[in-house]
């Protein structure tokens, strides 16, 4: 067994040692987040890098005296050169280590009665939520889709595969990397079906009762925006006998919601004409098609004809990703003013306004501001009612402030006081 003692840094110099490992030691000044429990280690954190490590090695993190701080996987031309896996140190990242976190992400979503009867689709595997950084894994019933955002995370794909076909039982494994996300990284992504049915054409899979079949080519992200499933059931919470705006729908899952909570009216809109026509056929197959109507055209456009014309009763706003990085966040926050602005008169007087960010570095406050200066710009006083944030299968380490990508409000709009 080994014996280490602790300090203020982490543990004592050389005494969390098995076997050399390379090692990252950082500069005066960097050391409190990652003692605190933040995984993410910046290039320009780091005073030295020795022990010979190569992209994807495993590699120690340690403080200006040699204090152990944690071990995690090495990233050499990313910004951000390791990621935290472990604060244990004598854990070694060999195979036993990445099929054990996989156990225990399973173990969390059954906690939260994942899967069931009703919902078969969910996030599995949350990177650094479930101390796999670098590692996304969500399953569509019988199908698990993965996206590797590591070097050290695509080197152990057969390790990850292997842990996902055995522990869940999936039939397919598809990988849906992003190929910018692998030249970052200098890896070659292999999208598409990496074990299982090769014939496979698209998801099926079940969210709260509603069936969903959904062409591969069609699908965002993993294949679905799993993050809104309970915002989702909110909405439908709220919509019973009232007029329903559905911006930005992608395939209407927010237009399913209402036309089952009892909307009046509901109109879904999206510039995509493939998405919409994909949201059809799933209004039809849950039996709600005479309920929705589809409009292919600018959201935006949608919004600012809306507000001319007395507006709905409930406005849900969901834009896509707006600022994909920190530098590009002023530019971001000016377009989700111009939106929130729009959203809001497009919601009546009265009305309940929507709105969501899945921007990381535009987060619940900058959202809540983007909200009140632009509802200012159109004579409108929104009052925040609710505030929301990706699932609980999304879990967030209570140190990573970024893992909070996904947030959205429900506001009332009323005129300006």
Not at 108 to 118: I, K, V
Not at 245 to 252: H, I, N, P, S, T
Not at 310 to 325: H, I
Request: proline share 5%; aromatic share 8%; net charge positive.
């Amino acid at each position: 067994m080994l014996h280490a003692t602790a300090t203020v840094g982490g543990i004592a110099p050389k005494a969390w040692q098995v076997c050399p490992v390379p090692t990252a030691t950082l500069l005066p000044g960097h050391v409190q987040p990652v003692w605190a429990g933040h995984p993410w280690i910046f290039a320009q954190a780091v005073a030295r890098i020795e022990g010979g490590a190569i992209a994807g090695d495993p590699i120690d993190v340690v403080d200006p005296r040699g204090n152990w701080l944690g071990r995690g996987l090495y990233s050499p031309g990313s910004a951000i050169v390791v990621r935290i896996c472990t604060r244990r140190p004598e854990v070694e990242l060999d195979a036993g280590f990445f099929v054990k976190k996989v156990e225990q992400a399973i173990c969390r979503r059954r906690l939260l009665g994942l899967p069931s009867e009703r919902t078969n689709a969910y996030r599995v595997v949350n990177a650094e939520g479930d101390d796999l950084p670098g590692l996304i894994v969500d399953v569509y019933a019988d199908t698990a889709v993965v996206q590797y955002g590591t070097v050290g995370m695509k080197r152990r794909q057969g390790i990850i595969v292997d842990a996902l076909t055995r522990l869940l039982d999936c039939r397919t494994i598809l990988d849906r990397t992003s190929e910018r996300t692998a030249k970052l990284e200098a890896f070659t992504a292999e999208r598409g079906i990496v074990r299982g049915d090769s014939n496979l054409q698209e998801l099926r899979f079940k969210e709260r009762g509603f069936q969903y079949h959904l062409p591969i080519e069609v699908g965002q992200k993993t294949g679905f925006y799993l993050d809104q499933r309970t915002l989702r059931g909110r909405v439908e919470q709220l919509v019973n006998n009232k007029r329903v705006l559905d911006a930005y729908c992608f395939v209407g899952s927010f237009a399913l919601a209402a036309a089952r909570g009892g909307a009046s009216e509901v109109v879904a809109v999206d510039s995509s004409a493939v998405a919409l026509e994909t949201a059809a056929r799933l209004a039809e197959l849950n039996q709600v098609n005479g309920k929705i109507k589809y409009q292919h055209e600018d959201a935006q456009s949608a919004l600012t004809r809306a507000g001319r014309e007395g507006g709905f009763d409930l406005v849900v706003c969901d834009p896509p990703k707006l600022s994909p990085n920190r530098a590009s966040r002023n530019k971001a926050f000016v377009s989700l003013r111009r939106i929130a602005g729009a959203a809001c008169r497009a919601t009546r007087p009265g009305g309940i306004l929507v709105l969501c960010s899945c921007s990381a570095s535009l987060g619940i406050d900058e959202l809540t501001r983007a909200l009140a200066f632009g509802g200012r710009d159109v004579g409108l006083s929104p009052r925040v009612y609710e505030r929301w944030f990706q699932g609980a299968d999304h879990p967030v380490l209570a140190a990573f402030t970024e893992g909070w990508y996904l947030s959205a409000v429900l506001a009332g709009i009323d005129a300006s006081g």
